[in-house]
């Protein structure tokens, strides 16, 4: 395996691994789970501070409501299929930018 492959391979699985805790950390505060429709609250400071949690929890919630929809819904598989690509990109994208503000704040070398 090549560098380069293993680190995209990290970046994936970190990026997960910090959406999965997120979602979890809130639903054991708030006794809800986490979703889209904290933003549907309006213009309020409460909608702003969802951005930029949903933006590392998403993939989690894509991947809970796409696993939810194949058992309930029936969906197709080519629909699960394209869900985890976007899940699993997403993921990458903030996995790489965890691990770059690690690097950058000296966590990490």
Do not use: H
Not at 48 to 72: D, E, S, Y
């Amino acid at each position: 395996m090549t560098p380069e492959a293993f680190n995209t391979f990290f970046s994936i699985c970190i990026g997960f691994a910090l959406a999965g805790a997120l979602v979890n950390g809130y639903q054991a505060v708030s006794q809800r789970p986490a979703g889209f429709g904290l933003l549907q609250d309006g213009v309020a400071p409460k909608t702003f501070a969802a951005v930029p949690f949903l933006v590392f929890a998403a993939p989690f919630i894509i991947m809970r409501n796409t696993l939810r929809g194949m058992r309930v819904e029936s969906r197709r598989v080519e629909f699960v299929a394209m869900a985890t690509v976007i899940a699993g990109f997403w993921s990458m994208m903030s996995g790489t930018f965890f691990l770059m503000t690690l690097r950058a704040t000296g966590v990490l070398s």
